[in-house]
């Protein structure tokens, strides 16, 4: 198999390259490299691997056959989408146009990574493929949550009227190694400050609640995903839910730190709970998580501190 990853050099792209090149697959992978990184695929030396740098919201160009378009390209952090909000719009629009138009004219099939932030602050707990969302489109989150629900719209458009044989993937709370230190993101901003012995800045009162996913788990639920003829929206995410309060405290035990916690500012729309039923995943993938957020925060908090995290 063949397959073009777009934002392959991104934090979930670049361990997708890995289980890609793993499973016996040939990879293109392209980014344009504005929130991904060479690092994280600077330890592949295969001849079945490609590297392309380029924007995907421009017309795409990748030679030879493709059996397969994993659409992966798009900033995800809050700080990301609040400094790039056209680059996010133009990604989810334009580069998911772009991407869709290789895999029709290539007979490749599709997979589009959405997100849970297509169900906002939802009023529907845990949240369910079925459930439309509760999104506001002109907050300061709403360049994210509308460029995915775009996003799939345009992935089902393609699929009813030019038959393109596509997948929506819903990608609840990631984490593991390769995170940017500056992501923004929970889990990488309490690390850094634990290692660090700095305060752990929790938003709000730090009772919202996530779902957090280690990162080999949502990889191969997305390997699962592509290989059954499943249109429909699935949810991959830990249904394991916690607080941010407790996600802090837990974080700081790890990291052996003595950081205190202290209180900021709630985010505009920032959703209060997040928790995916993953009923769907389980009966037709066979798929759930394995690894308990305990054991991935050890393995995460480690890596972090062998990149440096802590000076």
Request: proline share 6%; aromatic share 8%; hydrophobic share 40%.
């Amino acid at each position: 198999m063949r397959v073009l990853v777009t934002g392959g050099a991104g934090f979930i792209g670049s361990h997708l390259c890995d289980l890609l090149l793993d499973k016996g697959c040939e990879v293109v992978c392209m980014d344009n490299l504005l929130t991904g990184s060479a690092d994280n695929i600077a330890h592949i030396h295969d001849p079945r691997f490609l590297f392309v740098k380029h924007d995907v919201t421009n017309y795409i160009v990748a030679d030879g056959p493709l059996d397969y378009v994993l659409h992966f390209a798009s900033p995800a952090s809050p700080i990301d989408y609040l400094e790039l909000p056209i680059q996010t719009l133009k990604v989810g629009a334009l580069g998911t146009h772009k991407a869709l138009g290789v895999a029709k004219a290539r007979g490749a099939k599709f997979l589009l990574a959405s997100t849970s932030e297509v169900y906002g602050d939802p009023l529907v707990h845990p949240q369910q493929e079925e459930y439309w969302g509760n999104v506001n489109p002109v907050g300061p989150r709403g360049v994210y949550d509308e460029a995915k629900r775009f996003a799939e719209a345009m992935t089902m458009a393609y699929h009813r009227f030019h038959g393109v044989d596509t997948r929506i993937a819903r990608l609840f709370n990631t984490y593991g190694p390769r995170m940017r230190l500056a992501d923004g993101r929970a889990i990488p901003t309490f690390i850094r400050q634990a290692l660090r012995g700095e305060p752990l800045t929790v938003a709000g009162d730090g009772s919202q609640t996530r779902s957090f996913t280690h990162y080999s788990d949502l990889v191969d639920g997305i390997w699962r995903l592509m290989n059954e003829p499943v249109n429909e929206p699935v949810n991959l995410g830990n249904p394991y839910e916690m607080t941010l309060l407790a996600l802090a405290r837990m974080i700081v035990k790890l990291a052996d730190s003595r950081s205190e916690l202290v209180f900021t500012p709630l985010p505009e729309d920032d959703p209060k709970v997040r928790q995916p039923d993953i009923t769907r995943a389980r009966r037709l993938l066979g798929w759930e998580p394995r690894v308990d957020v305990e054991s991935g925060l050890r393995q995460t908090i480690e890596w972090y501190r062998k990149a440096g995290a802590g000076r």
